[in-house]
């Protein structure tokens, strides 16, 4: 028997976690959460919280990027993975057919009418080189279009559709890509004529800055794709599993009849990594077109119990706690309750999203006061105005949430889908609160702003 014992080990290392990343992981990552503020140390969490070593309670407004979706341990989760691991179940044999698969599968198809099959992987970026794999092989071509601002993943496939140049600098070669602007129909026509385009792979609501496809691009995008021979792939890593009020995004808008979704993240339950690709028959029997054929694409750890077991106990809680409807009404709320707050302060300029996936906008003040401190962030770099506000926002409000992408002044909130009343007050109380202290234009906010400005200026002069 193992001696082996997790909780000793906690008690004995866990107090050096920021030393051992620092000296054996991504060095910077620590650096970062100290220049901001963010090197916190929890203990525990549960449900939509965390709770620091003095037990004080932390409000998730981030939920892991998305994967949290039904809050932190959920407990039919739990008991889900719990009883897959006692059933000893004989997993990934890889020479034979398990239940839960395709169970699994059964369940999400039923989600998304039109879409036959089911590729389980590991993650999103999987469930992206699986759709540009599929695309490429059933359709014979080879470029990618994708969106600016887009986010699909950091491998090297999902690299290619990436519409940040900051991740993709300095990883060239990579496939054949053309960034096209979300919601441009001409822009679309004018690459397709060209021949040699596979796909567009794109977020019905775009992570970055949270900017929605507009209506009608989605399903307009689709029939010219298909005239020119090429799939339309909706990337639902972050919006799928109901958190802009509908199941899967795309189905905001009808006629929507994607050739291949990706789904990721709130599939997990928060536990366990699991991503899937779904798409039409037609594909996948042209990717898997005979016997010799039949591991051309697979994955050694995709489809493991614990993660289908994780993602069956998921869809049960999406739907016994109806959890995309209230998605759409907390959401709702939300963004009701801030967009209130538009024409009250002159830093804020724009509230939008759908759901529970909330996008809060800043912008250029009108008064003289306010002007020059936004020139000079602005001139340091853009970003610093909306970091300021997410740093006191977990500091003094402990409620944690992001800055929506590098060089942008906009949060975004994407709080797990359990939230409610509760949550939604206590986030606008400290909002609030915030937008006060920097309407005023004094005060420790803005003293950390000179910091952010100090920090940023400093590699610029450094690589002078």
Sequence with gaps: MSGFDLAALLAERGGEAYAL?????????????????????????????FYDTEGREHLDMLAGFGVMALGRHHPVVR??????????????????????????????????????????????????????????????????????????????????????????????????????????????????????VAALVVEPIQGKGVHAAPHGYLRAARETLHRHGALLVVDEVQTGLGRTGDFFAYQ??????????CVAKALSGGYVPVGATLGKEWIFREVYSSMDRVLVHSASFGANAQAMAAGLATLRVIE????????????????????????????????????????IEFGRPSSLRLRG????????RRGLFAQ????????????????SGDHLEVIKLIPPLIVGEREVDRFVTAFTEVMEEAHRGGGLMWDFGRTLMRQAVAPARQGG
């Design 21 to 49: 990343h620092a000296r054996h992981l991504n060095h910077q990552l620590p650096r970062m959460l100290r220049t901001i503020g963010f090197d916190q140390v929890y203990e525990r969490a549960e449900g939509a919280y």
């Design 79 to 196: 008991k889900a993975l719990h009883d897959v691991l006692d059933a000893s179940l004989p997993d990934l044999t890889r020479f034979d057919c398990g239940p839960l698969p395709g169970l699994l599968a059964e369940q999400l198809l039923g989600h998304a009418p039109g879409l036959d099959r089911v590729f389980f992987g590991n993650s999103g970026t999987e469930a992206v080189e699986t759709a540009l794999k599929f695309a490429r092989y059933a359709t014979g071509k080879p470029r990618i279009l994708h969106c600016p601002h887009s986010f699909h993943g950091l491998t090297t496939g999902a690299l290619s559709v990436n519409g940040e140049a900051a991740f993709r600098d300095g990883f060239a070669p990579l496939l054949p890509d053309t960034p096209v602007p979300l919601g441009d129909l001409a822009a679309l026509r004018r690459e397709l004529a060209k021949g040699d």
């Design 252 to 261: 905001h808008e009808d006629g929507v009849d994607p050739d291949l979704v």
């Design 320 to 359: 016994d706690e109806g959890l995309t409807e209230r998605a759409h009404r907390v959401g709702g709320l939300l963004r009701e309750r801030l967009a209130a707050l538009v024409d009250r302060y002159e830093l804020l300029h724009e509230v939008r999203g759908r759901g529970l996936m909330v996008g």
């Design 373 to 380: 401190r936004w020139t000079m962030l602005q001139a340091a």
């Design 388 to 403: 300021m506000v997410v740093v006191p926002l977990l500091r003094r409000h402990r409620i944690l949430t992001q800055v």
